[in-house]
C-alpha cells in the first residue's frame, strides 16, 4: 500500500470525508487512496467548527486507511503518525512548525491546520478510517473569526503547485504511517512530544470553566493530555475537557 497511489480528484465538494465515508459505503476502496477537493464548502474541523478554505489555494483532502492492526484503544497513535507525517512535510519549507494536541499544526503560535479522522471499528479492531487533512497552502487573506491563521505562502512568500506538493507530503505520510504498522508506538509517541506545542512548559489552561497554570508532561496511551498541576498533581483530560489559552 502506497499513500497517493491512487487520487480522486473533485472540484468542488462540501467535505472530503463526508465524500470519502459515503464511497466507502458504495463500493470498495483501495487502502491509500486520497480524495481531493479543489474547492471545499464545508469542511469539518475539530469540536463541529468548518474549515474555512479558499478554493484552488490549499490542501484539502481525505485518506482512505485501513489500519486492522490497530486496537480501537490504541487509535490515537494513528493520530500522532500522521500529525508527524506533515510536520515532517512542513519542515521541508520553513521551521518552528509543532502539533498542538490533540491534532493541530501550528508555525509559532498561529495555526496552519489540522485532522480530523473518523474510524470505524469492526471486531474489536479498525476496519477503516478517513483522516481528513487541512492545510493552509496559498491562501493569504482569512476571516475575521480565523485570526490566528497562517498559510505557508505567508510565512515563505512562495506560490505551491498543489499538485506537486500533493505527491510529497503522501511520501512523509506514508513512511509515518508504515511505522504505525510495525508496531512502532514508542518511537512515535516519542517523536510526538519532541514535536508538541508548549511541551514541558507552564502555560495557561481552562478547564470547568476555570483557567489554571499547568505544564504538560506528556500524553495517555488513549490520547488524553496529561498535566502537572503547579502543587505536583497530575491530572488526565480528554479532548473537548480542556483548552489551551495561548
Same mark, same amino acid.
Request: charge should be negative; proline fraction near 2%.
Given at each position: 500500500?502506497?499513500?497517493?497511489?491512487?487520487?480522486?480528484?473533485?472540484?468542488?465538494?462540501?467535505?472530503?470525508?463526508?465524500?470519502? #465515508? !459515503?464511497?466507502?459505503?458504495? $463500493?470498495?476502496?483501495?487502502?491509500? &487512496?486520497?480524495? +481531493?477537493?479543489?474547492?471545499?464548502?464545508? /469542511? %469539518?474541523?475539530?469540536?463541529?467548527?468548518?474549515?474555512?478554505?479558499?478554493?484552488?489555494?490549499?490542501?484539502?483532502?481525505?485518506?482512505?486507511?485501513?489500519?486492522?492492526?490497530?486496537?480501537?484503544?490504541?487509535?490515537?497513535?494513528?493520530?500522532?503518525?500522521?500529525?508527524?507525517?506533515?510536520?515532517?512535510?512542513?519542515?521541508?519549507?520553513?521551521?518552528?512548525?509543532?502539533?498542538?494536541?490533540?491534532?493541530?499544526?501550528?508555525?509559532?503560535?498561529?495555526?496552519?491546520?489540522?485532522?480530523?479522522?473518523?474510524?470505524?471499528?469492526?471486531?474489536?479492531?479498525?476496519?477503516?478510517?478517513?483522516?481528513?487533512?487541512? #492545510? !493552509?497552502?496559498?491562501?493569504? $487573506?482569512?476571516?475575521?473569526?480565523? &485570526?490566528?491563521? +497562517?498559510?505557508?505562502?505567508?510565512?515563505? /512568500? %512562495?506560490?505551491?503547485?498543489?499538485?506537486?506538493?500533493?505527491?510529497?507530503?503522501?511520501?512523509?505520510?506514508?513512511?509515518?504511517?508504515?511505522?504505525?504498522?510495525?508496531?512502532?508506538?514508542?518511537?512515535?509517541?516519542?517523536?510526538?512530544?519532541?514535536?508538541?506545542?508548549?511541551?514541558?512548559?507552564?502555560?495557561?489552561?481552562?478547564?470547568?470553566?476555570?483557567?489554571?497554570?499547568?505544564?504538560?508532561?506528556?500524553?495517555?496511551?488513549?490520547?488524553?493530555?496529561?498535566?502537572?498541576?503547579?502543587?505536583?498533581?497530575?491530572?488526565?483530560?480528554?479532548?473537548?475537557?480542556?483548552?489551551?489559552?495561548?
Amino acid at each position: 500500500m502506497q499513500i497517493g497511489e491512487n487520487i480522486i480528484w473533485l472540484f468542488k465538494i462540501e467535505s472530503t470525508n463526508d465524500f470519502t #465515508l !459515503n464511497l466507502i459505503e458504495r $463500493e470498495a476502496v483501495n487502502d491509500g &487512496t486520497v480524495v +481531493v477537493a479543489f474547492e471545499q464548502t464545508a /469542511g %469539518k474541523g475539530q469540536r463541529g467548527s468548518l474549515w474555512e478554505s479558499e478554493k484552488g489555494k490549499n490542501f484539502t483532502f481525505s485518506i482512505v486507511l485501513y489500519p486492522m492492526f490497530l486496537k480501537p484503544e490504541d487509535q490515537f497513535y494513528l493520530s500522532m503518525a500522521v500529525s508527524l507525517g506533515i510536520c515532517d512535510y512542513i519542515r521541508t519549507m520553513t521551521s518552528d512548525v509543532t502539533i498542538k494536541w490533540p491534532n493541530d499544526i501550528y508555525i509559532g503560535n498561529r495555526k496552519l491546520g489540522g485532522t480530523l479522522i473518523e474510524n470505524s471499528v469492526l471486531d474489536n479492531k479498525i476496519h477503516h478510517s478517513v483522516v481528513g487533512i487541512g #492545510l !493552509n497552502i496559498n491562501q493569504v $487573506e482569512f476571516s475575521e473569526i480565523t &485570526t490566528n491563521a +497562517v498559510s505557508m505562502k505567508m510565512i515563505t /512568500g %512562495k506560490e505551491y503547485d498543489l499538485e506537486k506538493e500533493l505527491e510529497i507530503i503522501c511520501q512523509f505520510l506514508n513512511a509515518r504511517y508504515n511505522l504505525l504498522s510495525e508496531n512502532e508506538f514508542s518511537y512515535l509517541e516519542n517523536d510526538y512530544l519532541l514535536n508538541m506545542f508548549g511541551f514541558d512548559e507552564i502555560r495557561k489552561f481552562k478547564a470547568d470553566n476555570k483557567i489554571f497554570d499547568a505544564k504538560i508532561i506528556g500524553i495517555s496511551k488513549y490520547g488524553e493530555l496529561m498535566l502537572e498541576l503547579p502543587l505536583g498533581e497530575i491530572k488526565h483530560y480528554r479532548f473537548k475537557e480542556v483548552e489551551y489559552i495561548i
